[in-house]
């Protein structure tokens, strides 16, 4: 490459630079993923246009993951994390199952709340996994 196609190339780069600038009159930024930091360089949101569907990552003061939203073909998923990395709840919109289920602080499934195409159902879970009580039409 010679010195002119560098500089052409660094000239470009510039002005791309230059549209992105903080406070800018830029109304839109295109990318693939989006990770912002905070003041101490860690990262505390993710925005991903991935091979699967969107997803959206936050992230707590320590680098853990506490929510995720996520748009598959069947549907979008939301998942809350505790401050001990812990699932705590899941929220499923897809077609054929919607759901929302809640965790102990364990990560251990206590309950799950659900439509399927036979109707409504809700099913609670000991601490060991074994239903305990089961309301399924």
Known sequence: MT?????????????????????????????????????????????????DGPALELFNEDGWLRASLVVLKDGPHLVLVDENNKLRIKLDADKDHPS???????????????????????????????VIWSAIK
Do not use: F, H
């Not at 000239?11 to 009159?25: A, D, F, M, N, T």
């Not at 993923?33 to 246009?49: C, F, Q, Y």
């Not at 809640?102 to 060991?128: C, F, H, I, T, W």
């Open 3 to 51: 010195i002119e196609e560098r500089l052409e190339n660094a000239e470009k780069e510039i002005e791309k630079l230059k549209q992105i600038r903080v406070g800018g009159s830029t109304k839109e930024i295109r990318a693939n993923k989006i990770v912002i930091e905070d003041e101490n360089s860690k990262r505390r949101a993710k925005l991903v246009a991935g091979k």
């Open 100 to 130: 929302l289920s809640l965790y102990d602080e364990n990560g251990n499934g206590r309950a799950e709340l659900g439509v399927s195409k036979d109707g409504p159902g809700l099913v609670m879970y000991d601490e060991n996994g074994k």
